[in-house]
């Protein structure tokens, strides 16, 4: 389960900024992931929870944004698709088209004290 990882950075930068602010703690984290990344949104909340008692972040609240995949025809860029169509083939001329977003994972703020 590489959210375990990931919730373990997420933790790391948010600390890692609290110190360097001088702050008291961590209200609030707030994340964007794509839908494409291979992060499960639910396994990641469950991986925060069990990391971050006994840390500043212990009370924060821990928000996730799932952000949509996209793609487009880079033949003739007029096809955008959703990873809810499962097809990335352009309608117009058959290309595999590009993907745009959705491969995405950042941490967009903190709220710090």
Do not use: Q, W
Not at 41 to 60: G, S
Request: with cysteine; aromatic share 6%.
């Amino acid at each position: 389960m590489h959210e375990m990882s990931i919730a373990h950075s997420i933790l790391d930068i948010a600390v890692g900024e609290m110190e360097k602010n001088a702050s008291a703690g961590i209200r609030k984290i707030k994340i964007s992931i794509g839908e494409f990344s291979g992060v499960v949104k639910e396994a990641l909340e469950f991986a925060f929870e069990v990391l971050a008692p006994n840390t500043p972040a212990a009370a924060a609240i821990f928000e996730i944004e799932v952000l949509p995949m996209t793609a487009e025809c880079r033949k003739c860029g007029k096809f955008e698709c959703r990873l809810s169509d499962l097809n990335l083939l352009c309608p117009g001329c058959g290309r595999i088209a590009f993907i745009t977003s959705g491969r995405e994972m950042t941490v967009d703020y903190l709220d710090l004290e």
